[in-house]
């Protein structure tokens, strides 16, 4: 049977070769190395030992997957050819750490009939961690400097960076840092760990990454467990880990008090805060009161969890698969061109779901269709989704005219109105109406009621400087005056 043996160079150093590896070498078999650019390849032709290399396929591919596949087909091929049909392949440091072409050259092998055997070899991770002085039993997370995302950063445990070979990999790998970790953080840049004469450790703020060390081959990057509240309070499983705490019995009394049911009135709140931040345009004061939200996420999973019902992870599960299922266009085979299919796919899905839930299709068929609409949402939405839910099957005017006569019918009934329970039951309608405009208008009257309020506030801080600027305040001004300084202020542009 083919066999193709895989052994690893070791990190560097002359020493770190592993003796069974250089053993196999001498054995005459035809050997391969991926890069001859690696410290020991000197000693190897030294002691005369002859080789060949892929140093060639880098230079001709536009892609490190294209070289990849490229070097594991050339191995394969060079496998058939060989009189034995039995080669070597060496790989820099140890053929299982962070060496792509072995997992690709393993499948596509086993396709072929050919075996693959992987060797040992010294990790560039061994002597890394010894320079640093980093015990991974802490805690050790090694990721590809080429495909790292935040998402993968954890910065309370040892981090390295591999395949940090150029000015520009550590630029790229710098900015994904800096969405977690400050601009003076200290990072290791180590180069070719444990060569003699070779090795070079220097410690930088991470600004600097980029812009005072060479790069090449053997740099890697590490970064150690960091304990500033700055750091460790960006991360979402400090919040949850802070909650807890404030829910414990040597916790916040208040906290420890709170049920479902106490926070709800907060959670309508700090919506109403999120909507207002955004009315005012006030990014740093939205990302203030999107954080109150999130705490009430937070303290919600914690009651769950403790009550054993749901816990933060169930909540993300539900809303990841939520999203990837209502979204087919984007997840899966579906297709939705434009706003409206997206919408339609949407209430589709969601219909299904609700039926699926309920195990009885035809009980929800016998059911309302109002009964989607959510009677503890702000009462303004409610309108509009009743109104929307009936429009559906044909509940509707077809045009503006009827919808304003309604208004004006609905005012003259208020204006006539007797008692205050019938005024209420008046005015209810007439706001109901107002909606219904809102609806056709395509106006949201939430979104149209704040700008109207926070106008209001403009124009009324206007009349109470100007009359400040007389020595008087509006209590003790006329209306005249008022109207008038009102009327002034609707020429001023205030935001």
Not at 163 to 174: E, F, I, M, N, P
Not at 413 to 436: H, I, P, R
């Amino acid at each position: 049977m083919p066999l193709i043996h895989v052994i690893g160079l070791g990190p560097g150093s002359w020493a770190s070769l592993p003796v069974g590896s250089y053993q196999l070498m001498q054995s005459g078999l035809p050997l391969f190395l991926r890069t001859s650019e690696h410290p020991v390849v000197a000693e190897l032709a030294a002691n005369g030992i002859k080789f060949g290399s892929y140093d060639f396929i880098y230079q001709q591919s536009d892609t490190f997957e294209e070289v990849y596949q490229q070097i594991v087909g050339a191995l394969l091929s060079e496998c058939m050819a060989a009189a034995e049909q039995t080669i070597i392949y060496a790989v820099p440091g140890h053929p299982g750490v962070a060496e792509r072409t072995v997992p690709l050259l393993k499948q596509q092998a086993a396709c072929q009939g050919v075996q693959v055997v992987v060797g040992a070899g010294q990790s560039f991770l061994d002597e890394l961690l010894i320079k640093v002085g980093a015990d991974p039993t802490d805690g050790l997370i090694v990721l590809d400097a080429l495909s790292v995302q935040a998402s993968q950063l954890n910065p309370g445990i040892h981090t390295v960076f591999v395949q940090v070979y150029s000015r520009a990999v550590a630029s790229d790998l710098k900015l994904t840092l800096m969405d977690v970790y400050p601009d003076e953080f200290p990072v290791t840049v180590v180069k070719a760990a444990g060569v003699k004469q070779v090795e070079e450790i220097k410690q930088l703020p991470l600004f600097e990454l980029d812009q005072t060390v060479e790069f090449d081959h053997l740099t890697s990057v590490y970064i150690a467990p960091a304990g500033q509240e700055q750091v460790l309070h960006r991360q979402i499983w400090k919040l949850l880990d802070i909650v807890r705490i404030l829910r414990s019995p040597e916790g916040c009394p208040w906290d420890r008090k709170q049920t479902h049911e106490s926070l709800r009135k907060y959670v309508i709140e700090e919506a109403y805060e999120v909507a207002d931040a955004i009315d005012r345009r006030e990014p740093w004061d939205l990302a203030e009161e999107l954080g109150d939200l999130l705490l009430h996420v937070a303290l919600h999973a914690q009651i769950g969890t403790e009550q054993g019902t749901f816990s933060f992870y169930d909540i993300v599960q539900i809303l990841s698969d939520k999203m990837v299922r209502r979204h087919p266009h984007v997840f899966g085979g579906g297709e939705a061109d434009t706003v409206e299919d997206v919408l339609t796919n949407w209430e589709s899905i969601k219909q299904q779901e609700k039926s699926s839930k309920q195990g009885a299709p035809d009980e929800l068929k016998a059911g309302s269709i109002l009964d989607q609409v959510k009677p503890s949402a702000p009462q303004v939405q409610v309108a509009l989704q009743l109104q929307a839910r009936a429009a559906e099957v044909g509940f509707d005017w077809t045009s503006l005219p009827p919808v304003v006569e309604k208004i004006i019918e609905e005012l003259d009934e208020v204006t006539s109105a007797a008692g205050d329970v019938q005024k209420e039951d008046e005015l209810g309608d007439l706001l109901f109406a107002v909606c219904n405009l809102a609806r056709f208008l395509n106006v949201d009257p939430e979104a149209a009621l704040a700008k109207t309020n926070m106008k209001f506030r403009d124009r009324f801080r206007y009349i109470e400087t100007e009359l400040s600027k007389k020595g008087i305040s509006p209590a003790e001004s006329t209306l005249e005056e008022m109207d008038a300084l009102w009327t002034e202020a609707k020429t001023k542009k205030f935001r």
